[in-house]
């Protein structure tokens, strides 16, 4: 599903490069739930707008879904980030101007969607996160949890192919963050393929497998016994 | 997606009011000054005759010689020896002279008081020449040139003044002491600017009241109420004198089909003014010209110069509202940059984030432009202030108006909009994502 192979982001300015990945594998398969993690300043985060075609790379080969998008176009990768990815960010970044109907439909807006299945879409993915009688409230008026409930829809109104999220509990308090776990767990077991980038290790013990990322790297806990305890590393995907 | 975007704007512009407020003030006042000055001076720098400017000629020839003419240039019009060898020449389609008259009408034979008039002595080729529209009845024939009939074509308006809305064709007025038969009633009829008649005119005066033949103006020796220019001795103790002396006052206009027929006029003028100097009339080269009504515009400088001004300080005050709006839209497009990192993750292309922010700008300039256009109608009323009156009650508000301030009010906003709507749409959605 998600294949990186030698694959590198360096940020150059007049006196300095700074290399964000550097010689970065990893390769996802379909139906995966993978947790990423990694201290501050690691490359977690840009590892994920990579992989979701919001920011390119500087070098190596990057295959989603089968398709090499290093080459692509932003059309084309906007595309591709429409119609086969969705995003929970820790912000949950709902615009806050639309109501929660008006937030899921974003995406299927910009796939063409008729208006008729774009409210089935959005009334389906509602019913799922538990919201269908929020539907016209703004987000300003809901729980940080009920927010990323409805990022949670946001993403799945789309039927993506790949989910990624970046620190989805980061902003809920303990009971918030448990039900969205279970709710992104209640997804993996319906099919889809996951990736949550995450500080806490009590969440990315809930994934099915850890990709640790140190100074843009990816490594290998499997050879530091520090890690034995949380969780073993896939030594097929390591 | 087109909807959509507009019900995005429409939001997007609900949700700051003061912003949208100044932006859409900027486009108004400088639409509409724009609109107001540009008003007039399309009203004074239009094509006065559309259909046959470019087959309308003036011949000018050299009849004052090197030292005395206008900067090489020959005299706006004719003294009459030379107008009068034209006219016999005959050699284009329709030809007339004219000069302007002013004399007292007696609707009514001697029953009814004078009342001052002013109209122009011309051939009986002036009417289809210059397309003059009729009410009632229609211009005279060559044979009443020929016998100085003693015919009169009345305006529409000085018709209205002596006898109602009727139609007088028939009825006899005297003019300056004679009787005439009215033979036509012209429409309102007044091209602006009076491109025929440059030389007595300023281009902007009122309508005309009546034509009269020029052959019978002559044989009854009415003197031109317009302008004369004299070069070299002037013999003024009789009107033989006067015709035989050196002031120009007629002014003659030719109707040529065809750029041959044009070429062929020249070479008629060229080696008439050579006849002339072969004749000792003329010490000089042929010197002469023959403009066609565009041409005679331009030379004449007929856009008056406070127009020229106007325009162009308008247009500034405008230019400055639109960098004034580029800086707002900026500043109101950049607050949204989270927004924008949102809608790219979600699926937003550069082009589709740049479509909605130009339709965004192009609502505020749809507003600009219905404010502009109220502006207008105010402005374009009290447009006198700025110009002289006649000048100022050319200025009108009509169909192309309404379109043409509408069309620039938006345009100009997307003019102005597309810096800011690229800036948007450049947002790099992970930097957005990451700093939030």
Known sequence: MLKMTHLSKVYRTEVVETYALRDFNIDVKEGEFVAVTGPSGSGKTTFLTIAGLLETFSGGEYHLDGIEVSNLNDNARSKIRNEKIGFIFQAFNLIPDLNVFDNIEVPLRYRGMKAAERKQRIMDSLERVGLASRAKHYPAELSGGQQQRVAIARALAGSPRLLLADEPTGNLDTQMARSVLELLEDIHREGATIVMVTHDPELAARAQRNVHIIDGQVVDLSEDPRFHTVHAVDEAHG | ?436
């Open chain 2, 1 to 436: 997606m087109f909807a959509y975007y507009v019900q995005l704007g429409l939001r997007s512009l609900r949700r700051n009011p003061a912003l949208t407020a100044l932006m859409v003030m900027a486009i108004g006042f400088g639409v509409a000054a724009s609109m107001i000055t540009w008003s007039v001076f399309r009203a004074v720098s239009g094509d006065p005759i559309p259909d046959k400017s470019t087959q309308l000629f003036i011949p000018q020839i050299d009849g004052w010689g090197p030292q005395q003419n206008l900067k090489g240039e020959p005299p706006d019009a004719l003294n009459y020896a030379d107008a009068m060898a034209l006219m016999h020449a005959h050699r284009a389609v329709r030809q007339t002279l004219l000069y302007p008259v002013r004399l007292s009408v007696l609707p009514e034979g001697n029953r009814s008081l004078p009342v001052a008039a002013r109209g122009y002595a011309v051939y009986g080729d002036f009417f289809p020449m210059f397309e003059v529209p009729f009410l009632y009845g229609g211009g005279w024939n060559a044979a009443d040139d020929e016998s100085r009939g003693a015919v009169v074509v009345l305006g529409a308006e000085f018709n209205r003044k002596l006898f109602g809305d009727v139609d007088s064709v028939g009825r006899e007025i005297t003019l300056g002491g004679h009787l005439y038969r009215i033979v036509g009633v012209t429409r309102q009829w007044n091209p602006t600017p009076r491109f025929f008649d440059l030389f007595s005119s300023s281009g902007f005066a009122d309508a005309m009241d009546f034509y009269l033949p020029f052959t019978r103006a002559l044989d009854l020796q009415i003197a031109s109420a317009g302008s004369n220019s004299c070069r070299g001795k002037l013999d003024l103790t009789g009107w033989d004198s006067w015709l035989q002396g050196n002031c120009v006052w007629v002014t003659p206009w030719v109707e040529l089909g065809s750029s041959a027929d044009v070429a062929r006029y020249r070479r008629f003028l060229e080696d008439y003014a050579a006849d002339q100097q072969r004749a000792g009339r003329f010490g000089w080269a042929p010197n002469v010209r023959l403009r066609n009504v565009a041409q005679w515009l331009d030379y004449q400088r007929v856009v008056p110069q406070e127009s020229r001004i106007s325009l162009m300080v308008s247009l500034g005050f405008f230019v400055i509202c639109l960098i004034n709006t580029t800086g707002l839209l900026l500043a109101k497009f950049m607050r949204r940059a989270g927004e924008i990192g949102v809608r790219r993750s979600l699926g937003a292309s550069r082009r589709e984030i740049y479509a909605q922010y130009l339709i965004e700008a192009a609502m505020v300039g749809l507003a600009g432009g219905v404010l502009g256009l109220v502006f207008t109608v105010l402005g374009v009323s009290g447009v006198g202030v700025l110009f002289r009156p006649q000048i100022a009650r050319l200025a009108h508000v009509d169909m192309s108006l309404v379109g043409l301030t509408m069309a620039v009010a938006i345009l100009a906003t997307l003019a102005a909009a597309f810096y800011p709507a690229w800036r948007a749409a450049q947002v790099q959605p992970a930097w957005q994502l990451k700093s939030n």
